[in-house]
Each structure stands twice: as C-alpha cells, then as structure tokens.
C-alpha cells in the first residue's frame, strides 16, 4: 500500500481522533481501524484479515501503540457491538429493523 494511500484513506482527522481518544488503551486501535475501513468501504470488515498490514502500522503510529495490540481485539461480543454502533452513528447510519424492512416492501 502506498504512503498517499495510507495518508488519504488512514489518517485519523478532527471528531475521528475525539471518537477514538476516549476508548480504552487496549481497544483504541481496533476501534479506529474499524472507524477507517467503514469510512472507506462502507461496510465493517470481517476480522483482522481484511486489514493490510501496513493500514494497522499506519494507524497505530498515529495512536502511538503497538500494532500487536490487534491480536487481543475481540471480533465478536458485546464491546465491538457497541463500536459499531458509535460508528455507524457518527456517520449517520443504523442497523436496519424489521420495521425499515417492511417499508421497504410497501
């Protein structure tokens, strides 16, 4: 991955890096990379496999944390739930309902 492509689509800028300052030490970078790949993908990944290396280094420096630190982020539970929620929040979207479903078969 190239350096202009890690600085366009990695960088943590202005409400990002709030959003990401009040999470805790061990979860922050897990958090910003889920925060950078919805930016760009429009979709959360799923799981550490689906983020380059250099994207993890890149915003780890940015959080100044070990890259490592990635292997402990839980992929499943109750906190990367609630991540995704902030997420999508701060981009103006929520998880479809049932009800959203139902309009859209009206």
Request: proline share 1%; net charge neutral.
């Amino acid at each position: 991955m190239s350096l202009g492509d890690l600085v366009e689509h990695w960088t943590l800028v202005g409400a990002e890096q709030d959003l990401v300052a009040v999470k805790h030490r061990d979860t922050q970078l897990g958090f910003a990379l889920l925060l950078k790949f919805y930016g760009r993908f429009g979709r959360f990944p799923r799981g550490r496999a689906e983020l380059h290396d250099d994207a993890v280094e890149f915003v780890a420096r940015q959080l100044k944390v070990d890259a490592a630190s990635l292997g402990f982020y839980e992929w499943s539970g109750r906190t990367i739930e609630r991540h995704r929620a902030e997420i999508r929040a701060h981009h103006g979207f929520r998880q479809c309902t049932v009800a959203d479903a139902d309009k859209l078969i009206d």
